[in-house]
């Protein structure tokens, strides 16, 4: 596994445990980053927060959020888990298994 202290720039493409297809970091603070990864025949895509203190990551704890589709509401939703007016979901979250980092 991959030390998740390390800093993964925005732009950065992230690979979880066995999953194929990387996930892209759209939004970065000191503690926590936003990834997104297009989703197969649909409009919107996936999404994940990483908290790097507490090496987990999971969606926003926010019902019908905010959406996660532009860099401007990737910052949004970061900015509002920064300032604890959300926070990660505790019954979507998993520990953080990061395998692999592709840098631009």
Known sequence: MIDPTETFPVGARIYFGREI???TVRARGERYM???RPKPRSQ???YTVI???EKI???ENMVLGFGAETDAQCREMLER???GRSEISYRNRVPLKITKIVIK
Do not use: Q
């Open 21 to 23: 297809i990387p996930m």
């Open 34 to 36: 936003v990834c997104t």
């Open 44 to 46: 919107s895509g996936e």
């Open 51 to 53: 908290d790097i203190v």
């Open 57 to 59: 990551n999971g969606t």
């Open 81 to 83: 888990i920064e300032i």
